[in-house]
Structure formats: C-alpha cells, structure tokens
C-alpha cells in the first residue's frame, strides 16, 4: 500500500471518529426541534398568563394552556366531564332546544350542486304536520329531488313545538349569510333529536369542493411568522369545527352498509383529527371561544324566553340555562375561556373586521351548497352557532370601542350556539376519554407494519437525515 493511501485512509479514519459523535449531537439537535416545534405552539397575543386563574396542569398527551385562551387542558377536561357535558346534553334535549328552523332546498349560490349523497341516512326527515304551531301552518314548496339525487325518500323530519315562540325579534347577524325571509314558506323546523349528526356517506369531489373552498378560499392557513391574529382566530376556528365534525362522523358510522351496523370508526378518527395535534388543540380552543362567547351573554341568556306552551319542559330549560351560566366551577376554575378584547386592535381594527366578517359571511353562504341535506342542516346550524359567538364577542357591547349597542338575539342564534357547543363539548369528551386508547390502538399497528420495513421510524428517519448532512 502507497505512503499517499496510508494517510488518505488515516485521515479518513480522523473523520470517521468526530463524525459520528457529531452525527449523535445532530440528532439530538433535531429531536429536540422537532419536539420543541411542537410544544411551543404558544398563544400568539395571550402572553400575559397573570391574568389567568386556571392552573398550568396537565397529565395527558395534552398539557398546559390551551394555546391562546386562559385555561388549561386538564381544566377544560374535568369541567366539562363533570359539569358542562351533562348540562348540555340535558339541554339541547329539552323542547326550546330540540327544534331548529332552516331552509334546506338547493340555492347554492356559488355553484351548481349536483348532490353526492349516496345514503338514505342523508336525509332530514321532516316534522309532522301536526307539531306546527297554528302560525307556522303554511303551504311549504315542492322538494327540488334534484338535491337529493332524484330519492322521494329524502324527506325532512319538520317536528316543531306545540306553539310559537314569544319575545324574541329578528335581527340580522354581520357575520353570516342569513337566510332572506326566515318567515317564508321554505323555511322549516327540524328536530334535531331525530336527525343526529353522523356518517351519511357524503364523499367525493362534491364534499371536497366544499372544505377546499373554506380553506383556500376564504381562511387560508396563516404562515409561519404570521403577525395578524384575527386571522389565526378565524383558521383555528374553521379547523377546530372541522375537526369536530370529523369526530362525530367517525364515532357514529356505518361500519356495515349491508347488515346497518353503525359503531366508532377509529381508524378514520385516528386518520382525520387524532393524528394531527394542530387540529385537536384547535377544537379545544373553537370550544372555549364557544363557551366565553355564551357565558358573555349571560345576562342576556338568563332573561331570555324560553316558551314553548310546556310550562315544566320550560322551566326545566330556564333551571338549566342558569346551571350553566353560573356555575361556580366554570366561573372558579375558567371565568374567561377566551379574552376577545386583545383583538382589533390600532389603526386598522375596524377594515380588517370588515374583511374577516365578508370571509365568514362566504364560508356560510357555502352551507348551501353541501349536496347532502342532513350535511347540510348541521353545516347551516354550527356555522350560524358560530357567526352568533363572532357576533357575541365582537359585534356588540365592546367600550373600548365605544360600541354601545345592545345585545339581541334570533332564537335560532340562540339554539344554534347551544347546539353547537354541546357538539364541541362531545368531541372534546372523546378526545379525552378515547384519544389515548384509540391512538395506542393505531400507533401499534402502524408499528408492527412498520417494524417489517427497516428504516421508517421516526428516530431512524432523524438519524439518517443526520447521516446525509455529512
């Protein structure tokens, strides 16, 4: 052997020994970042944690403040466990609660909608005649079946009080796209009890279209470094009921279309939200901002009537509007879910409101084109339960503003924001209470399959992205 080939080789040994401990510092470098990334996904304007009454606990996947509001996860868990999910699961039964009014024909105004929904399950079914108050009894028009894909089944439960309501007056709501006339004959009441949010097989390009428009279109994904945090509120906001509507879908399913078997699909609850930390913490934060916007309102809400012509049923609905208004362990452990008042700031405050309002107004514009109808009827509800938190918390009784305007509510706004916060409290419920056992369930498959191919563990990937910087 040559004296050059000697020393080359000497001298790639000298590299050899530094280049692996170096290698070792590297991959500790990046699983650092990489984990760092992730859980320094802090509050990007709720910086002063002196104001928050909430312990910095935590003891699941999930610890800490919730990322931009004044509780922390653990807090979120056990009040709503033990004190916000039963109330609002009692409410949203009661008869005030049950109904929601809505125009479910074909007006998308964007495009035409050929309709995708392939199950009966779709369908809304339409309350009896019968249940109508005499004042609602009025000539509704034909089904368009286009719609519906031409199924005369597809009919709508239009079950509805025994009387009208009193006291409440029609107002409109900057941030939706509301219906014309909600008096007309195409408006109609659905009971909600009967109509469950649920897998209806409504997939494909149609459902697509939909999520792709919201996203794209009108709340784009903030960037990184992203300095506008109205903007950020309103993507956390879309993702966060994306996701919880993802989580119901999953945990009602039709796991066997031929013998009507429905049961939790994990595999698409692990596939859709449990997988994707960014979302789940963005259902937690779309909940709490939910919640501030109703315990806001308290006055309001308490005053509110709630007459149906069932005295028990309606005194039963005003008991528990109360329970969870003043509830000393919300007001003890989280009295201020979320603090609207760090937003619309300077100069520019009232034309980028004007902006994130026309944004909002589109995406439920959009809830008129979902071809499925039963996607339809919870896509209208949750969207118009989330334009009354947005107008709640920011169109309203701001004094920093000077905005003096007193609070009035559509009762549909009313049971809207109900409704939808009970479905973010559900979703929040089986995240706590099924997450861990569901992503163990599938993080064990993904690794055994795994183990069959060398080299597709994480750790692997950093160590061998390591080795290619060398």
Known sequence: MGRGAIKEEESEGKRKTWRWPLATLVVVFLAVAVSSRTASNVGFFFTDRNSCSCSLQGTGKYKGMVEDCCCDYETVDNLNSEVLNPLLQDLV???????????????????????????????????????FPEPFKRPLPSHDLKCQEGKPQAAVDRTIDNRAFRGWVETKNPWTHDDDDTDSGEMTYVNLQLNPERYTGYTGPSARRIWDSIYS?????????????????????????????????????????????????????????LRHPDRVRNMYFTYLFVLRAVTKATAYLEQAEYDTGNHAEDLKTQSLIKQLLY??????????????????????????????????????????????????????????????????????????????????????????????????????????DMGPDVERLMEDQIAKVSSAKPGTGRLRRIWDLALSLW
């Open 93 to 131: 039964t009661t008869p005030f609660f049950r109904y929601f009014k809505v125009k479910l024909w074909c007006d998308c105004p964007f495009w035409p909608e050929d309709g995708m929904c392939r199950l009966r399950d779709c369908s809304v079914c339409e309350c009896p005649e019968n249940e």
């Open 217 to 273: 279109e009108n709340c784009p994904k903030y960037s990184y470094g992203e300095t506008c945090p109205e903007k950020k509120v309103l993507y956390k906001l879309i993702s966060g009921l994306h996701s919880s509507i993802s989580m119901h879908i999953a945990a009602d399913y039709l796991l066997d279309e031929s013998s009507n078997q429905w049961g939790q699909n994990m595999d698409l609850m692990y596939d859709r939200i």
């Open 327 to 432: 509830s000393p362990k919300l007001q003890t452990a989280c009295p201020v879910p979320f603090d609207e008042a760090k937003l619309w700031q300077g100069q520019s405050g009232p034309e980028l409101k004007q902006q994130i309002q026309k944004q909002f107004r589109n995406i439920s514009a959009l809830m008129d084109c979902v071809g499925c109808e039963k996607c339809r009827l919870w896509g209208k509800l949750q969207v118009q339960g989330l334009g009354t938190a947005l107008k709640i918390l920011f169109s309203v009784g701001n004094q920093e503003t000077g905005d003096h305007q007193t609070l009035q509510l559509q009762r549909n706004e009313v049971i809207a924001l109900v409704n939808l916060l009970n479905r973010l409290s559900e979703s929040v419920k089986m995240v706590h």
